[in-house]
């Protein structure tokens, strides 16, 4: 596999890139990370995740109603946030609830929360 890294010139401020063929290794910690991040990329995800936050017990409605979209862009949403672990949902004909995961909500904050609290010491300047 090759992969390209980026190495700061501290003496000129330059990036320079470096290839490289040697296998890159993540953490568990980080694959999660970056399933959530993904799963979070897209603003109506945001919205979804929002909406089923307020909701007292699962959402049974028709998310439609509340985003103006098709149900099939919505579907699309619902699905990579199922496939994340973000929400659960289940489908019963003419109904389809839809809840946080609290289990994987608490992992997903505490992943963010502790790579985003911790002290870093940035090398690189603009």
């Given at each position: ?19 490289t063929l040697s296998t890159v ?85 505490a992943v963010f929360s502790g ?12």
């Open positions: 596999m090759l992969v390209i890294s980026y190495i700061c010139d501290k003496l000129n401020g330059k990036f320079i890139m470096q290839r290794e993540y953490s568990g910690e980080e694959e999660k990370m970056a399933v959530f991040a993904k799963a979070l990329s897209h603003p109506v995800r945001i919205k979804i995740l929002k909406l089923l936050d307020s909701q007292v017990c699962c959402f049974t409605g028709e998310l439609t109603e509340i985003i103006p979209m098709a149900q099939s862009t919505i579907s699309q949403h619902l699905k990579a946030l199922l496939e994340a672990g973000l929400i659960q949902g289940e489908i019963n004909p003419p109904k389809v609830r839809y809840c946080i995961d609290r289990e994987n909500w608490l992992k997903a904050c790579f985003f609290t911790r002290d870093r010491e940035f090398r690189c300047s603009k």
